[in-house]
């Protein structure tokens, strides 16, 4: 058996579409026998699930993970454990003496409430900073899978796709001609957010439209409620990060929360669950490349 965890500085990354590497186990008899560290090879949702097949990967273990890439990895018949974090060798094991429980933790907007904790990866707590700039190219991802329902002749299939986006000032905050290569995902299945989604639902191949997305057609409104600012001394492990920096908090129920730190002084944070690009108009240019009819 094959095992695969979500991997960042011996810790289980915490978000599945965001991971650059995955530390891979190969287990005989219920013990692990050897460990490699793969690359996600700027994969997105989608992508990565058929790269985990490809390397005979078994078993998934992660942090969020959002209802698209869930279906992909169904897909491709790797079971799944999603809503651990700590130590990724201490999770395999979880894993394997039957202790570690798939949560289906979703990579989506929370509400904050009490009771979050924010330290360092030796104390086991759930603060799993990173420093990574979101991208668009891995992948636009509508990670929570909801949305209004996709429909067009592209919906269900494996589409490729260039684009660039760009705000209203045309500003240009991501572009898939700049990597040399284009996005893979499955077209309707949540992987993406729902104005790109519908976009290509109904392209053809060689194709290519521009359009404008509301904030209602992309990342959705800003919410005031996912902003929670609160007394450093409390979180044991804060005054380590600094404005910018992306971690995960602990729900009360042990749920995973991304957020970004947006504000620090002496005394307290601020953390943002919303996505960085909520209540924004967005502009893609959008070329089909291929479609593959599974």
């Known amino acids: 058996m094959r095992i695969a965890v979500t991997y960042e500085n011996g810790q289980v990354f915490q978000h599945f579409g965001h991971t650059e590497t995955f530390k891979v186990y190969e287990v005989e008899d219920g013990k692990v026998i050897s ?33 698209g890439a869930q279906t992909a990895l169904q897909e491709q018949g790797i079971e799944l454990c999603a809503g651990a974090q700590g130590d990724a060798d201490e999770a395999v094991e979880a894993y394997l003496r039957g202790e570690l429980e798939n949560t289906r933790a979703n990579c989506d907007h929370h509400h904050h409430e009490d009771g979050h904790s924010c330290g360092d990866h030796e104390d086991g707590h759930s603060c799993g900073g990173h420093d990574d700039e979101g991208s668009c190219g891995s992948g636009c991802g509508g990670c929570s899978g909801c949305g209004p329902q996709i429909t067009g002749v592209n919906v269900g299939k494996t589409c490729r796709t260039h684009y660039r986006g760009t705000f209203n000032d045309g500003t240009q905050f991501d572009s898939s001609y700049d990597r040399g290569e284009p996005l893979e995902f499955v077209c309707g299945a949540g992987m993406m957010i729902p104005g790109f989604d519908q976009a290509v639902a109904n ?20 919410d005031p409620t996912a902003v929670l600012t609160v007394p450093i001394e409390a979180m044991p492990g804060a005054e380590r990060l600094s404005v910018g920096q992306r971690v995960s908090l602990q729900g009360p129920m042990g749920q995973i929360i991304p957020v970004r730190v947006t504000a620090m002084d002496g005394e307290r944070i601020t953390f ?19 479609v593959i009819d599974e």
């Open 35 to 67: 460990a490699e560290i793969i690359g996600s090879e700027g994969s997105g949702h989608g992508a990565l699930a058929k790269l985990l097949s490809g390397k005979g990967i078994d078993v998934l273990i992660c942090g969020g993970i959002g209802g």
């Open 272 to 290: 943002d669950a919303n996505h960085e690009m909520a209540g924004k108009e967005l502009n893609f240019t959008i070329e089909l490349v291929e």
């Open 203 to 222: 392209m053809m191949v060689g194709e290519t439209v521009n359009v404008h997305l509301m904030p209602s057609e992309a990342y959705g409104e800003a």
